[in-house]
């Protein structure tokens, strides 16, 4: 059983940055595509980026989301990164990570597997 924890989320100006993680337990971590999500209250679960098992490849909900938020992975450490710069207050929701045991690479929620809890993300002067 694989078990996905976030961690890093909190409240910043805006402006300001946040590095949010993803843990991973079970499986075979570098086999696993891991994709990034938010939920802002009242909205449906939006993509915002994905990458690869090997970490070779990466691409993002869209090109302004590319120029401000990265996602990296350890797969020593079993953990994927969500690295936010320029953080406005549009980007307030709850980020989740996400694994595809497949390493497939998808903007739909349905392709993954499993998925974390969440962590909230506040951006609020």
């Known amino acids: 059983q694989v078990q996905l924890v976030e961690s890093g989320g909190g409240l910043v100006q805006p402006g300001g940055s946040l590095r949010l993680s993803c843990v991973a337990s079970?499986?075979?971590?570098?086999?696993?595509?891991m994709a990034w999500f938010r939920q802002a209250p009242g909205k449906e679960r939006e993509f915002v980026g994905v990458i690869s098992g090997s970490g070779s490849r990466a691409f993002y909900s869209d090109s302004v989301m590319k120029e401000r938020f990265t996602i990296s992975r350890d797969n020593v450490k079993n953990t994927v990164y969500l690295q936010m710069n320029s953080l406005k207050s549009e980007d307030t929701a709850v980020y989740y990570c996400?694994?595809?045991?497949?390493?497939?690479?998808?903007?739909?929620?349905?392709?993954?597997?499993?998925w974390g809890q969440g962590t909230q993300v506040t951006v609020s002067p």
């Open positions: 079970g499986g075979t971590f570098k086999t696993f595509s």
């Open positions: 996400a694994a595809n045991f497949n390493d497939l690479m998808s903007r739909s929620p349905t392709t993954y597997n499993y």
